[in-house]
T-cell receptor, first 112, second 117 residues
Framework: GNSVTQMEGPVTLSEEAFLTINCTYTATGYPSLFWYVQYPGEGLQLLLKATKADDKGSNKGFEATYRKETTSFHLEKGSVQVSDSAVYFCALMLRGASKIIFGSGTRLSIRP | GAVVSQHPSRVICKSGTSVKIECRSLDFQATTMFWYRQFPKKSLMLMATSNEGSKATYEQGVEKDKFLINHASLTLSTLTVTSAHPEDSSFYIC?????????????FGPGTRLTVT
């Protein structure tokens, strides 16, 4: 079936550290891929997305590249800030569908 | 940006009672709203897709008679958990897609934590 697997948290880093949160997927066809972020007390917000292979989504210093050959969409940021502390969800949507399939989320905590 | 609210943010109810959760799109009209359920340390699971003016489409394994969904207007959808039991305790999240937007453009509410005692 269709699914998303992401690394379990929590992930704790110091400010200005490099961040990678791994995400792999299983899907029929060629899905669109997303990263959502949930800040404390708020709803999920779309962070970035990519709709086809080799596309790179980017926003707020975060990047993720749609890798069809490895079925991955790892989230990266070169220098994290305390304000990046949140829960990050990797997700996919099949073409022509409205259903978003989410990974289990990774809690990120950044120490000053 | 587009804002979705949920009410209440937390609710505690006794086993056997019903509880209603509201999802509102505050600054846009939404023809489609979605209801998700999130278990601790688990992903969000889609429960149902709600289209304004028509019956909701439920995902496999979700009891439609237990989780009643009404999408009476372009800005409001409600989820009623009927005859709630402790196993219904969970975090319920809604999302909404603006009328003119593609379905992958979903704006999420902050969630409602339901505790059934």
């Amino acid at each position: 079936g269709n699914s998303v697997t992401q690394m379990e948290g929590p992930v704790t880093l110091s400010e200005e550290a490099f961040l990678t949160i791994n995400c792999t997927y299983t899907a029929t066809g060629y899905p669109s891929l997303f990263w959502y972020v949930q800040y404390p007390g708020e709803g999920l917000q779309l962070l970035l997305k990519a709709t086809k292979a080799d596309d790179k989504g980017s926003n707020k210093g975060f990047e993720a590249t749609y890798r069809k050959e490895t079925t991955s969409f790892h989230l990266e940021k070169g220098s994290v800030q305390v304000s990046d502390s949140a829960v990050y969800f990797c997700a996919l949507m099949l073409r022509g569908a409205s259903k978003i399939i989410f990974g289990s989320g990774t809690r990120l905590s950044i120490r000053p | 940006g587009a804002v979705v609210s949920q009410h209440p943010s937390r609710v505690i109810c006794k086993s056997g009672t019903s509880v209603k959760i509201e999802c509102r799109s505050l600054d846009f009209q939404a023809t489609t709203m979605f209801w998700y359920r999130q278990f601790p340390k688990k992903s969000l699971m889609l429960m149902a897709t709600s289209n304004e003016g028509s019956k909701a489409t439920y995902e496999q394994g979700v009891e439609k008679d237990k989780f009643l969904i009404n999408h009476a207007s372009l800005t409001l959808s409600t989820l009623t958990v009927t005859s709630a039991h402790p196993e219904d305790s969970s975090f319920y999240i809604c999302s909404a897609t603006p009328k003119t937007a593609p379905l992958d453009e979903q704006y999420f509410g902050p969630g409602t934590r339901l505790t059934v005692t």
